[in-house]
């Protein structure tokens, strides 16, 4: 008799499928534009259990582009983003098509469906069609065999099998890609390779206060990761995140590394943004928020409003810069200012009470401080931020010293004053 399959905590040791990532367009390796379609690709591939073995950033030239290519279809998946567009330096499709060995051909319905869509910015511009015409022959050209998914503008995303290899070409406008990526999802070609990977579970923590270093001491601690867990601790927006891929049969194992790993810096396990998380937090105990910011000048208020839905608990923010504003809109004391100055505990303190009392809050939180480059004092070193949370359940205040040039500073003060609210309310 055969031996049965590997189950359990053998099963983990599947290889799983790998992916190559080309982010084109000589834009990227000038450093005019940062890539972000690779780490959002990435992401989703890994939750599908997809490895994207490498994400290559490569120029218009068109032999670096078709070495990439020819390199990215020795995975099991390549995706490639950028150059599908009208003009002479947009290759990809050609470049693919001649790496994976097969013709082109135009595709008449898709053809139309670009030169009725040109038309129209055509008419819009106040431009001849003839401008638009060669550049829709070129988009509506397409590798033989492949599956035309769908347009974003005139771009389409495209997925060609090559065997046991898939490849997609998707627009390079981030948004554009995000929309279409789905689509792509859901092509038989894709539906096939996906039934032969095997996703892991996912699971997220996320701290804040500790350093990389800490983390990673613990994680050795607790054995470290293997054994069917893969651990990735990444800095992101001035918080620390871990996330634990797990095969199955290694459960146990995840559970004893995400024991390991808890301190007090953990603060949620979900991948939800700190904003609205604290603004959910506000929202379940039926509580107001407004703003006081100094040197963020309204960086808090804008990562608040960016999440759909805040005004039902921001109710506003005042930015008070100079020491006027401060006095005449947030009712700091001019002896404060006077004796303390406007970088200190005590103004971010009279701030928040202004806030709260201006704006009708319940919670309020203000940040003041030395963004730089100049400014700096020894006594007041750039660098220096006070916030100060205020609300129904008591007041919590912060001194940073932050490192860094103005805008990580500023930054930094931002998700700081983020996570002052969090704690006033959580720990009340």
């Known amino acids: 008799m055969s031996e049965p399959p590997a189950t359990g905590a053998r099963a983990f040791h599947i290889k799983p499928l790998s992916a190559a990532i080309v982010a ?64 002479h330096d947009d290759r990809t499709i050609e470049l693919l098509a ?38 829709v022959r070129k988009q509506a050209t397409i590798p033989d065999g492949a599956l035309i998914v769908g347009l974003a503008g005139t771009a389409p995303a495209v997925v ?23 689509l ?23 701290f804040y206060g500790a350093s990389e270093s800490e983390v990673a001491r613990a994680l050795a601690a607790a054995g470290g990761d293997g054994d069917g867990v893969d651990v990735t601790i990444c800095a992101r927006d001035f918080e620390l995140h871990v996330d634990l891929f797990v095969q199955p049969g290694a459960e146990a194992r995840a559970a004893e590394i995400e024991a390991g790993l808890e301190s007090r810096h953990l603060f949620s396990r979900e991948e939800t943004g700190t904003a609205e998380l604290v603004l959910a937090l506000l929202r379940e105990r039926g509580l107001t928020l ?82 730089g480059p100049d400014g700096g004092t020894d006594e007041k070193p750039v660098g220096l931020v006070f916030l100060h949370a205020s609300g129904p359940m008591g007041e919590e205040h912060l001194r940073f010293d932050f490192p860094g040039d103005r805008a990580t500073i500023r930054g930094r003060a931002a ?14």
């Open 160 to 182: 060609l099998a090559a065997g046991e290899h898939v490849a997609v070409a998707l627009p390079g406008p981030p948004r554009e890609l995000q929309t279409l990526w789905p």
């Open 98 to 135: 001649r790496a994976a060995g097969v013709g082109l051909h135009t595709d008449e319905e898709l053809a139309a469906q670009i030169e009725e869509i040109s038309r129209r910015v055509a008419a819009r511009l106040n431009r001849p069609y003839a401008d638009f015409e060669h550049g």
């Open 415 to 428: 998700v700081a004053a983020l996570h002052l609210v969090r704690r006033l309310v959580t720990e009340a």
């Open 290 to 371: 407004a703003t006081a910011e100094s040197c963020t000048g309204g960086l808090v208020s804008v990562r608040l409003t960016d999440v759909p839905g805040s005004s039902d608990v921001f109710v506003g923010g005042i930015v008070a810069y100079s020491n006027d504003v401060k006095a005449a809109q947030l009712g700091v004391p001019e002896d404060v200012l006077r004796e303390h100055g406007a970088v200190s505990a005590e103004t971010a303190a009279a701030m928040t009470h202004g806030a709260r009392e201006r704006l009708g809050a319940d919670v309020a939180v203000s940040v003041t401080g030395v963004a």
């Open 24 to 87: 084109s367009g000589s834009e990227l390796v000038r450093g005019d534009r940062q890539d972000r379609n690779g780490p959002f690709l990435a992401a989703s591939l890994l939750r599908l259990g997809i490895d994207p073995a490498r994400i290559t950033v490569v120029g218009d030239e068109p032999a670096d582009l078709e070495a990439a290519l020819r390199e990215g279809l020795t995975h099991q998946l390549l995706v490639v983003s950028g150059g599908l567009g009208p003009t």
């Open 184 to 206: 792509v999802l859901e092509t038989e070609p894709m539906r096939r390779l996906l039934s032969r990977a095997q996703a892991p579970e996912r699971r997220v923590m996320r």
